[in-house]
């Protein structure tokens, strides 16, 4: 069942303009209401407006008010969550593999609940028959730009993952209609990739985003938006850890997602890179 609609508002709560913030706030503590009601009804008791629900809807990327009621429907009936856990001084082994097993799953099934499946759609149609796909992120970032750049040499598909801004821009500016700038940061206001993807905008190339849920500076130069959950985790000790298997099942999607329009093609190139690695490995 579709859900995500409580987690798209915890996500977008602070990010709102003042009407919409004080729906999405009385929704939060009101889940159940929304069931039953109009827009009108909700922007009534909600002391503001229609209109301005309407407006909440779009500011979340559904695709209107019953979007957003379907979805806080399947949240009501989901088993109650477990929520993310951080470590405490002195911290058994046993707890610290329970707590992270436990957060990770959490940031996963966080990040399935808000995929928006018409970007998906647009990021893979985009992505298969890009000529190079140029992945671009800064620190952590950058590990699953290069997760990314090894999954996609694998089908054949010209990928780089450079940090060096430099020669980043050196791409970008000699890039083709064909090609794609791939932008990763999880708080989306990473200024190197900022100014990539703006340089990006600029050249008219291709361009597709893959940051937090909400607005933010990488996204808004974005054509194609992907996002990740955002959790209200600890920033020095779990948001790295999480932020990134988030990142990296995305990526995973992405390419299983291509893989299966072109299966039979897929196939073949991993098989090839195969035997070129076992030759690599075993001399035959």
Do not use: W
């Not at 799953?105 to 966080?110: A, F, T, V």
């Not at 932008?183 to 340089?199: D, P, Q, R």
């Not at 130069?221 to 600890?234: N, Q």
Request: with cysteine; charged share 20%; glycine share 6%.
């Amino acid at each position: 069942m579709t859900a995500g609609g409580l987690k798209m508002l915890q996500n977008m709560l602070e990010q709102l303009p003042a009407s919409e913030r004080k729906i999405a706030q009385y929704i939060l503590e009101n889940p159940r209401i929304i069931l039953n009601s109009t827009v009108n009804d909700i922007g009534t008791q909600a002391k503001t407006s229609g209109a301005a629900v309407i407006r909440l809807c779009k500011s979340l990327g559904l695709n209107g008010f019953q979007d957003l009621k379907v979805r806080i429907a399947g949240d009501l009936v989901k088993p109650a969550e477990q929520g993310y856990r951080d470590i405490e001084p002195g911290e058994s082994y046993f707890s610290i593999v329970q707590k992270t097993t436990s957060n990770s799953i959490q940031s996963i099934r966080d990040s399935e609940e808000i995929i928006n499946y018409e970007e998906l759609e647009r990021a893979v149609q985009t992505l298969l028959p890009a000529q190079n796909v140029h992945f671009f992120g800064i620190g952590a970032s950058n590990i699953i730009a290069k997760d990314a750049q090894q999954k996609f040499l694998r089908i054949q598909k010209n990928a780089t993952a450079f940090t060096d801004t430099h020669l980043v821009a050196t791409l970008i500016a000699n890039a083709g209609k064909d090609d794609v700038v791939f932008a990763i940061s999880h708080s989306g206001e990473t200024a190197e990739v900022v100014k990539v993807m703006a340089l990006a905008k600029e050249r008219g190339v291709k361009t597709i985003s893959l940051t937090k849920y909400g607005q933010s500076a990488v996204a808004s130069l974005a054509d194609i938006k992907l996002f990740t959950s955002y959790s209200g985790e600890a920033p020095f000790r779990s948001a790295a850890t999480s932020s990134r298997l988030a990142q990296l099942y995305m990526m995973d999607i992405l390419f299983l997602s291509m893989a299966t329009v072109q299966y039979e093609h897929t196939i073949q190139a991993i098989d090839q890179t195969r035997d070129a690695i076992r030759f690599i490995k075993e001399g035959n």
